[in-house]
C-alpha cells in the first residue's frame, strides 16, 4: 500500500509537471490598452482540416525524392462563428494566409490565427511541400520559388468554397480584404506573392512579414504594387540578421511599417518556442544547430530568384548564425509572440475593421501607443493606410 501511495505520488507530480510544461504562463502586455486590445476577441472559434491539391503544377525532385506530378497543401482552417446572444456579425469577414518558415509546420502560427479567428478573421496554413519539417528528400530552401503559387491557389480554393451554396465557407469570407502573413521563409513567401511582379497576387490587400528575408530585395521589387506592409522583426535574430533585412525595410518602402522588438530572437516566434524554450538562454542557438547542415548543402538557394527587373539582387549570406553557441539571454519566446500578436492584429484591424472610428484607433494605437506602452517595441511608420485610400 505504501507502495502505490509513492507510485500515484510519483504519477500526480509527472502531470503536474506536464501541465505546466505545457502550458507556459501567459504573458501580458504593459499599459492598460494593450491589456484590452490582447483579450480573446467575442468570437468563438471552429477548427477545420484543410486539404488540397494543385494538379496543375509539380513537386520537384528533391535530394532521394522523385518529386510528383501534384503539389499537396495540407494544414488547418480557423474560422469565427458567433456566440448566441452576442449580436455579432456573421460572415464576409476578412480572410489572412498564414505562411510557416522553414523546417518548421503550418501549426507554428497558431497562435496568431487563433486570436485572429476569435476577432472574426478566417485563417488557413498549410504545410509548404517541400520547406515544411518532415519534407521528402528533406527541406529544401530552393523551393520557396515555388511558395507563392502554393498561397495564390490556397486563396483561389478558399474563395471558390465561398462562392459554394452548400459549403460551410459559404459567403464567410470578404473577398476584397484578403491578407498575408508568414515567418521566416514564411515571411519571405509573403513578400513575394505581394510585391514579385513575376509571382505577385493582386487580390492581397495588406502583408505582414515576421523576420522575413528581404536583403536580397530593392526599392524596386517594392515600387510594383502599392500594398501595406508591416515587417516585423527582434534585433537580436541570429538568423536572419536585423541589420541587413529587417531595418533597412522603411527605406525601400518608405510606405511601409517597421516593429522591432528588442531582445526577440528569430525562432522565439514560432509558436512551439514558449514550450520548448521556455527555459532556454536563446532559442536561436538551437535554430541554428538544426538549420546549418541544412542551409550549408545549397549556397545559393535563392539564385532562380534574381532578377533586376523585378528588383530582386544577389547578396551574400552575412552575419547568418555567427558564434551561435555564445549568444546573449534573448526575450522570452511567450512575451514576443504577445507583441507579434498585437502588432499584427492592430495593423490588419487598421485597414481591415469596416468601422472607420476603429480603424484610426488601430492604426493610432499600432503607431503610437503600442510602443508608449511596451519599451521594448519600437515603431517606425509611413503612411501604409494610404494605399487604401484610408
Not at 520557396?144 to 452548400?166: H, M, S, T, Y
Not at 498585437?342 to 510602443?371: G, I, V
Request: include cysteine.
Amino acid at each position: 500500500m505504501r507502495f502505490l501511495g509513492w507510485g500515484v505520488l510519483v504519477i500526480v507530480l509527472l502531470a503536474i509537471t506536464l501541465v505546466v510544461l505545457l502550458n507556459p504562463p501567459a504573458s501580458v502586455p504593459e499599459g492598460a490598452v494593450s491589456q484590452k486590445i490582447y483579450q480573446p476577441g467575442p468570437y468563438g472559434v471552429q477548427l477545420e482540416i484543410f486539404s488540397v491539391k494543385d494538379k496543375q503544377r509539380n513537386t520537384p525532385l528533391n535530394g532521394s525524392y522523385a518529386g510528383s506530378p501534384v503539389r499537396e497543401l495540407s494544414g488547418k482552417l480557423w474560422r469565427p462563428y458567433a456566440k448566441a446572444g452576442k449580436g455579432l456579425q456573421e460572415g464576409n469577414y476578412p480572410f489572412v494566409v498564414y505562411n510557416h518558415g522553414f523546417m518548421s509546420m503550418h501549426q507554428e502560427g497558431a497562435y496568431l490565427a487563433e486570436f485572429l479567428a476569435s476577432h472574426g478573421y478566417v485563417v488557413v496554413a498549410v504545410d509548404f511541400p517541400l520547406t515544411n519539417y518532415f519534407a521528402p528528400g528533406g527541406p529544401n530552401l530552393a523551393d520557396v520559388i515555388n511558395q507563392p503559387g502554393d498561397v495564390k491557389f490556397v486563396i483561389d480554393r478558399v474563395l471558390e468554397r465561398n462562392r459554394k451554396a452548400k459549403d460551410s465557407l459559404y459567403q464567410q469570407v470578404d473577398e476584397n480584404r484578403i491578407g498575408v502573413m508568414g515567418l521566416s521563409l514564411g515571411g519571405m513567401t509573403t513578400e513575394l506573392v505581394t510585391f514579385d511582379p513575376r509571382m505577385k497576387d493582386n487580390r492581397i490587400r495588406a502583408a505582414v512579414s515576421i523576420a522575413g528575408p528581404a536583403r536580397m530585395f530593392t526599392e524596386k521589387f517594392f515600387s510594383f504594387v502599392n500594398v501595406p506592409f508591416m515587417m516585423i522583426a527582434g534585433d537580436s535574430d541570429a538568423i536572419v540578421p536585423y541589420l541587413y533585412n529587417a531595418k533597412p525595410i522603411r527605406e525601400k518602402d518608405p510606405g511601409s511599417v517597421l516593429v522591432t522588438i528588442k531582445g526577440a530572437s528569430h525562432a522565439g516566434f514560432a509558436g512551439i518556442s514558449a514550450i520548448l524554450f521556455r527555459w532556454a538562454n536563446n532559442p536561436d542557438r538551437f535554430g541554428c544547430s538544426s538549420m546549418k547542415g541544412k542551409v550549408e548543402r545549397n549556397d545559393t538557394p535563392f539564385a532562380a530568384l534574381i532578377d533586376e527587373k523585378a528588383g530582386v539582387i544577389a547578396s551574400e549570406r552575412q552575419g547568418y548564425c555567427v558564434d551561435y553557441k555564445h549568444l546573449p539571454r534573448a526575450m522570452r519566446p511567450a512575451q514576443q509572440q504577445m507583441l507579434a500578436t498585437l502588432a499584427t492584429y492592430s495593423f490588419f484591424e487598421s485597414l481591415f475593421n469596416t468601422d472607420a472610428t476603429q480603424r484610426l484607433m488601430f492604426a493610432t494605437y499600432l503607431q503610437q501607443t503600442f510602443a508608449n506602452e511596451n519599451k521594448v517595441v519600437s515603431v517606425e511608420a509611413g503612411n501604409y493606410r494610404a494605399a487604401l485610400k484610408l
